[in-house]
């Protein structure tokens, strides 16, 4: 997915990793309509969601969309997402989390956007992302819609 952002660059982004628990799931629960969001997304990138799987859900909850998932360590997330982000190639791929784990995968990436949602977000994250907003479905639809992203991180 190739983006022109007018007055900032142009990057082909190719790979979306999300962190699952309060950026994709709620409650180790996600959505359906977060599901069809990116069943529709996968035509244009690669999807990997990085997890420690806190609620034990991932599997099940992921069984029917077309994701690959990885489980992280409980104990050195924030740098085994960073390590995924950098193995896939920071420069093409976008990072979507809320945690304090999330913090340097979303630094890693070309795009960081950071989740407030329900169970809000860690401060540090919001102030590393390029993109803030309420929820994972705002995010994805984001992503389907290229000018909206245009629009949001044009200077």
């Given at each position: 997915?190739?983006?022109?952002?007018?007055?900032?660059?142009?990057?082909?982004?190719k790979n979306i990793v999300l962190d699952f628990n309060g950026t994709l799931a709620s409650e180790g629960v996600v959505k359906q309509s977060t599901k069809s969001l990116l069943n529709e997304l996968?035509?244009?990138?690669?999807i990997f969601v990085v997890t420690a799987d806190t609620f034990g859900t991932v599997k099940e909850e992921l069984r029917d969309v077309d994701v690959k998932y990885h489980i992280i360590s409980k104990g050195s997330g924030s740098k085994d997402k960073e390590d995924f982000v950098k193995k896939l190639s920071?420069?093409?791929?976008i990072a979507i989390g809320n945690g304090h784990?999330?913090?340097?995968?979303i630094?890693?990436?070309e795009i960081g956007i950071c989740i407030i949602g329900s169970e809000g977000c860690f401060t540090q994250t919001l102030l590393n992302s390029d993109i803030a907003v309420n929820?994972?479905?705002?995010?994805?639809?984001?992503l389907l819609n290229e000018n909206k992203l245009i629009a949001t991180l044009r200077k």
């Open positions: 997915m190739k983006i022109n952002i007018p007055n900032y660059k142009e990057i082909d982004i996968k035509s244009k990138l690669n920071k420069d093409n791929t784990n999330d913090i340097l995968m630094k890693a990436a929820d994972i479905d705002q995010a994805l639809k984001l």
